[in-house]
């Protein structure tokens, strides 16, 4: 860019109906990972643009005839990330990592909710 910062360009490749975009809840996980190579990038020394792009290549499963080859609609999204909230998440790691005592599980945690939803299959399961 004009200022000389780096742009992050991440690639991502999907197949599926409609248009790309980055509003599902899931893909929340995309934006924390554009912050956090904006973040690595700037602890490196390195300046980066507060914008980053991604690059959704939606492959077209529509076409009559596959012949050995796959057509792509890519798009390219702007995303503006904001890192503030990763040095906290990195001590907070640090700090569960250094304890001798484990988490305690959370309703917002998808592992915890994945372990009980097994426990509770394994036991009726059982019966």
């Given at each position: ?62 076409k ?9 609609d890519?798009?390219?999204i ?50």
């Open positions: 860019n004009p200022e000389g910062e780096l742009s992050i360009v991440d690639y991502k490749a999907t197949s599926k109906d409609g248009e790309v975009s980055l509003d599902s809840e899931w893909q929340i996980g995309y934006k924390r990972q554009m912050e956090m190579y904006q973040w690595l990038f700037r602890k490196n020394d390195f300046k980066v643009s507060d914008v980053g792009y991604f690059v959704y290549a939606n492959g077209d499963a529509d009559e005839a596959f012949d050995g080859k796959l057509e792509f890519v798009k390219i702007p995303y503006k990330g904001d890192d503030n909230w990763i040095q906290g998440a990195i001590k907070k790691i640090h700090s569960c990592l250094a304890s001798a005592e484990l988490p305690k599980p959370s309703s917002e945690c998808d592992y915890c909710a994945y372990r009980q939803a097994a426990i509770e299959a394994e036991m009726r399961s059982s019966d």
